[in-house]
């Protein structure tokens, strides 16, 4: 039915994408510019995780999905890199390093914190970046998403290590900023993944054609670069 409709001169249908959860905040760089070139084509947008994604496109019930390439699991798949994640502190101004140049992750896990999930692959990251500067974090508050996390930063009391793509949804709350920090401090690549389809899924192809012009990288880091007021 892609097919005929694609040859009809307008694509229908619904797009099934997958995204894990960290990867949701940034999924508008690509769904909003594929609705808009395809009017007739619908998106149903679904948060799962990496298991789920695999499993997903295995079964053909996912046309393409956003999720960490470095994946094992991810087998027999094409993969398009969007961007690569980036941890910042996101801290009250009023707190002790709110007026920091740069924090050292050793300084950030002193702080009252809010984090991830231990389940969660982005905090198993961050937890990483944690010890290699000596530190182990012992947030008060985890959630298992990122919109539970950044309901407690309007607070003041907490702060919080953020991928740099979170910004794009959730932006920065009234009275924090956003600190560099030292050493470690990029993870793993986010993208695209679909199954090797003959033929391939024409709503898959029209998503990927449209994520090799959205330079969501770009986007991401464009607006990085503006919350930290042109130091990074």
Avoid at 178 to 206: C, F, K, T
């Amino acid at each position: 039915h892609q097919e005929l409709s694609a040859l009809r001169g307008g694509l229908t249908g619904t797009l099934r994408l997958g995204i894990v959860p960290t990867a949701l905040p940034a999924a508008s760089l690509l769904t909003t510019p594929f609705c808009e070139r395809h009017p007739g084509a619908r998106v149903g947008l679904e948060s799962l995780s990496s298991a789920e994604i695999t499993q997903g496109l295995a079964e053909f019930e996912l046309d393409a999905a956003m999720t960490y390439l470095d994946d094992e699991e991810l087998r027999h798949v094409r993969r398009f890199p969007l961007y690569e994640e980036r941890y910042v502190l996101l801290t009250p101004v009023a707190g002790p390093l709110g007026a920091a140049t740069t924090a050292r992750w050793a300084h950030a896990a002193a702080l009252p914190l809010c984090l991830l999930s231990p389940r969660m692959r982005n905090r198993r990251i961050i937890d990483e970046c944690f010890a290699a500067d000596g530190a182990k974090a012992t947030p008060a508050i985890e959630s298992d998403s990122v919109a539970g996390l950044y309901a407690h930063l309007p607070s003041g009391r907490w702060s919080s290590v953020i991928s740099h793509a979170w910004l794009h949804m959730f932006g920065v709350p009234e009275g924090m900023r956003v600190v560099p920090l030292e050493g470690p401090a990029h993870g793993p690549r986010v993208g695209l993944v679909m199954a090797r389809d003959d033929p391939p899924s024409v709503l898959a192809e029209a998503l990927l054609t449209v994520a090799r012009e959205a330079r969501v990288r770009d986007a991401l880091d464009a607006l990085l670069h503006t919350y930290l007021g042109g130091r990074g």
